[in-house]
């Protein structure tokens, strides 16, 4: 299933996510971090989200780019794999996500579909789609098509990996404010891939003033 969560800064969507987080999956889950550590502001939201998320059993993996990359079986610790080979696997459609986690693990994997892959049984929380655009536009100097496309990659190759995936996203459109053409650039990438993303998901969720407003999946 595929969550995505959009609001405004300060509305109370990251709290929200990982709420939805813990319902899905109340064990072990992972937590995608995609902002880059720069100056003292980003720092102190770091260490603000870090606080936010403690004691709720995420394992935070830093990737700021390349989400398409991703391999969530090299990012799992061994009571990841302990649990995996107890609880039930969603099948997916090939077999080495299973072979490399039999390999690592040396435990045979279940399944009852031949020539499917299984996956890991756990919920990814992705925070957030706004850094991943900023990242990915600029440290790689891509377009705005580009940009998007990359980041739906990413996030299909996510989906492909685990049962539950939520993406936290910003609605950053709505202030009014005239910005230079590299900031207008990045907008407009990000509000594409805002619209992909909804028309993908199966839930979407607006948070305003800590109020989730579903928009899609829930009525």
């Avoid at 969550?3 to 072990?28: D, H, N, Q």
């Avoid at 990659?153 to 989906?159: A, K, M, N, T, V």
């Amino acid at each position: 299933m595929l969550i995505m969560v959009t609001g405004g800064s300060g509305s109370g969507k990251s709290e929200f996510a990982e709420r939805c987080c813990m319902e899905l999956c109340p064990r072990e889950k992972i937590y995608i971090a995609t902002m880059q550590p720069f100056g003292k502001e980003g720092a102190a939201r770091i260490q603000r989200h870090k606080k936010l998320r403690a004691g709720k059993h995420f394992q935070t993996v830093e990737c700021y780019t390349g989400l398409e990359k991703f391999i969530l079986n090299d990012q799992l610790p061994e009571m990841f794999f302990a649990e995996a080979a107890r609880e039930t696997i969603v099948r997916d459609s090939c077999l080495e996500a299973t072979e490399r986690l039999e390999s690592e693990t040396g435990k045979r994997m279940e399944t009852t579909l031949t020539g499917t892959r299984n996956v890991i049984d756990t919920t990814i929380l992705l925070e957030c789609l706004s850094n991943l655009t900023a990242n990915e536009m600029f440290t790689n100097g891509l377009n705005e098509k580009q940009t998007v496309e990359k980041i739906l990659s990413g996030i299909r190759h996510l989906q492909r990996q685990t049962k539950h995936l939520v993406v936290v996203t910003n609605d950053v459109f709505c202030d009014g404010i005239s910005y230079e053409q590299e900031t207008v650039r990045y907008m407009k990438a990000l509000g594409e891939a805002n619209v992909q993303l909804a028309a993908m998901a199966d839930i979407v969720c607006e948070v305003v003033c800590g109020i989730p407003l579903f928009l899609k999946g829930i009525r």
